[in-house]
């Protein structure tokens, strides 16, 4: 079978896709259908930082909302809010 390519909206190039919908609904198909595995990754990564930034308890449904806001932020928002008093590390 093929590898899956998307031209992906985060990273700007055609890459390999995902290979399953990442969550559930409207917003999942469309990260199926626009965005790398690279990028997602990328987002998953930096959705560990949103949760001990924000100290997410993640049997709280309410993660799962912010899970989806900063999704759809990171991939195809105008602004990226970071949480509010990050102050990013500091590159050796």
């Known amino acids: 079978m093929a ?5 992906c909206i985060k ?3 055609e890459l390999p896709g995902l290979k ?3 969550i559930p609904g409207e917003l ?3 990260i199926y ?5 690279q990028a ?9 930082m949103v949760i001990n930034e924000y100290r997410l308890d993640l049997t709280n449904p309410l993660s799962d909302q912010i899970f989806a806001q900063k999704a759809e932020e990171y991939f195809f ?7 509010d008093g990050y102050i990013p590390p500091i590159a050796n």
């Open 3 to 7: 590898e899956r390519i998307v031209k």
């Open 11 to 13: 990273l700007g190039q």
């Open 20 to 22: 399953t919908q990442p």
């Open 28 to 30: 999942g198909k469309k």
């Open 33 to 37: 259908d626009n965005v790398s595995l």
């Open 40 to 48: 997602w990754n990328d987002f998953v990564e930096f959705f560990k």
């Open 77 to 83: 928002g105008e602004n990226l809010s970071m949480p």
